[in-house]
């Protein structure tokens, strides 16, 4: 089964995503997610310009040796850009070899380890009423897993708050919004709202927060402390994980679990994390670290330190991500949750899936291969539109970690 075709499809359905397709000599195609938030044509050229050309005559069937091949051949190894074109290409590849099998993706990689995959979708508010209700909106909606994020008093773009009842879309403008984050005031407010959601839903719902990078590790400990009365699911990338060993300082203080690695793009980022078991949850995806094929190697270094999978599922991971993702959930033995932000329709349109959302769970259907596709003649009314991430500055002008 040769490559005959690899294919880049950027697309922008109310956010831009990027696809590659792959098509054999024998009929069958697969698609993989390539989109980077903020830096889609950057790996949409180097999949065009650098790894496109080198595919073609492959044997698909070789996946394992084509992750080699495109990961030593780099020789500039790891990176979230050269890792999500890595992470496109084994995606598609993985889609071929379950489709010509005839099986969905889980089936292939040892069959369902459990009947459905737990969930977690994302309630925020400008302020913790409106944050309390929408969390019990979520609750209705049958969700077992809520994240919780609010407006903070004095700070101007908190985190993870959606303007209107939009679907949370942080990439919002052709050059970086410029956010304002205050650390006091955040410190302060962040152990009220969970009081409050305690207090107004009860000890069984399950609550996650996203902390986003914005801490030091000592306050990060501090919180993680402030937490323990509301009993947390996680907190979430409570400082920036490049000095791994930082988190030993965090572990010390607090029994708050920790979940991190959404911008992890190699096993070699969360090495020590999981020795060490430095966290609980590793969120490493699909679509940033390394595909299937990787992914899985991180999950078997986690499962042997007692650390479980939550993978990221933001809106700006495509459908194709998140069936690729559904299916490696369905299977992995130590899987914790999933992350999932609904696309918006227009999304989901160009990506029909065969996933499906149950009671707080989602399935990722019977459908041979992960089960999503690309509907190329409505990709193509949605042309690319330039986006970036925002920025934070702390209230002194300081460049912060957004
Ligand atoms: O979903 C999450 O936990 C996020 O942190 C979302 C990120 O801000 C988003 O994926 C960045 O593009
Ligand atoms: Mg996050």
């Known amino acids: 089964m040769k490559i005959k075709t ?3 499809i950027v697309t922008c359905p109310g956010r831009n995503f990027v696809t590659l397709k792959i098509e054999t ?3 069958v195609y697969g698609i993989g997610d390539a989109t980077l938030n903020g830096r889609e044509k950057a790996v949409a050229s180097y999949l065009e310009d650098h790894v496109a ?3 073609i005559g492959r044997d698909a069937r070789r996946i394992e040796d084509i992750w080699q091949f495109l990961y030593r051949g780099a020789y500039w190894r790891r990176g979230p850009v050269t890792m999500t074109a890595i992470s496109a290409v084994d995606t598609a590849l993985w889609d071929i070899k379950a489709k010509a099998a005839g099986m969905p993706l889980y089936q292939l990689l040892g069959g369902a380890s459990r009947d459905r995959v737990l969930v977690y979708g994302h309630a925020n508010g400008a302020d913790i009423e409106a944050t309390v209700d929408e969390v019990g909106r979520y609750m209705s909606l049958g969700y077992k897993a809520i994240r919780a994020q609010s407006g903070i008093p004095g700070v101007k773009g908190a985190y993870g708050v959606a303007r209107g009842k939009m ?3 942080p990439a919002d403008a052709a050059a970086p919004t410029e956010t304002v984050w205050d650390t006091t005031a955040y410190l302060n407010f962040a152990p009220k709202l969970f009081e ?3 207090e107004a839903h009860g000890p069984v719902i399950e609550l996650l927060h996203d902390i986003h990078h914005r801490l030091t590790p000592i306050e990060a400990a501090r919180l993680g402390k402030a937490f323990e009365p509301f009993r947390l699911f996680w907190m979430e990338d409570p400082t920036p994980a490049e000095n791994q060993e930082a988190f030993r300082l965090i572990r010390q203080h607090t029994v ?3 979940a991190l690695g959404e911008v992890f793009n190699s096993i070699h980022d969360c090495r020590t994390l999981l020795e060490e078991q430095l966290i609980d949850y590793i969120r490493a995806t699909v ?9 899985r190697r991180i999950a078997d270094l986690a499962g042997l330190y007692h650390v479980r999978t939550g993978c990221h599922g933001a809106t700006d991971l495509s459908p194709v991500t998140m069936g690729a993702a559904l299916h490696f959930d369905l299977w992995v033995p130590n899987f914790g949750i999933q992350e999932y932000m609904m696309h918006t329709e227009e999304t989901d349109a160009v990506f029909p899936h065969a996933y499906s959302f149950d009671d707080g769970y989602l399935h990722p259907g019977e459908a041979p291969g992960h089960g999503v596709d690309i509907d190329e003649k409505r990709a193509a009314k949605h042309p690319y539109d330039p986006k970036q991430l925002p920025v934070a ?3 002194d002008g300081s460049m912060w970690n957004w």
Request: charged letters at 25%; hydrophobic letters at 35%; proline letters at 7%.
């Open 167 to 169: 679907y949370y879309e």
């Open 196 to 198: 409050r959601l305690r």
């Open 6 to 8: 690899a294919r880049v």
């Open 287 to 295: 679509a940033h670290a390394g595909g299937i094929t990787q992914l």
């Open 53 to 55: 050309p080198i595919l």
């Open 393 to 395: 500055r702390l209230t």
């Open 25 to 27: 000599d024998e009929g």
């Open 256 to 258: 708050t679990p920790i």
